[in-house]
């Protein structure tokens, strides 16, 4: 889990000023009920196919740390290396949104 960050405090996007690591994926991490367990960070190379690729890395930790977690609830998004917001990747990674 090289370039991986976990924040287990509960808050949202304000973790991005604790990480200089941009561009990145986060994945929020919540259970069924929506309580937060976590948000994950980690670097990707700056395109789509690359958030995608970190998208699917992410999760597959996140079910190894949290098997309670709930795919659909744990949103993910992609950051810019400036640290805006840039996509918004759906949980089985085939719709991606750029905001």
């Known amino acids: 889990m090289e370039n ?6 509960n808050i949202n996007n304000s973790c991005l000023h604790k990480t200089n690591s941009f561009p990145c994926v986060i994945r929020h991490i919540v259970d069924y009920d929506g309580r937060l367990f976590g948000i ?3 670097k990707f190379n700056g395109s789509k ?3 995608v690729r970190v998208a699917k890395e992410i999760t597959l930790s996140m ?5 309670n977690a709930s795919n659909i ?3 993910i998004q992609a950051y810019t ?3 805006k917001c840039w996509l918004e990747i ?4 085939y719709i991606i949104y750029e905001i």
């Open 90 to 93: 759906s949980p089985n990674f």
């Open 81 to 83: 290396k400036k640290g």
């Open 63 to 67: 079910f190894k740390v949290y098997p």
């Open 4 to 9: 991986t960050t976990l924040f287990l405090d």
């Open 73 to 75: 609830q744990s949103k």
């Open 49 to 51: 196919e690359d958030a």
């Open 40 to 42: 994950v960070t980690r």
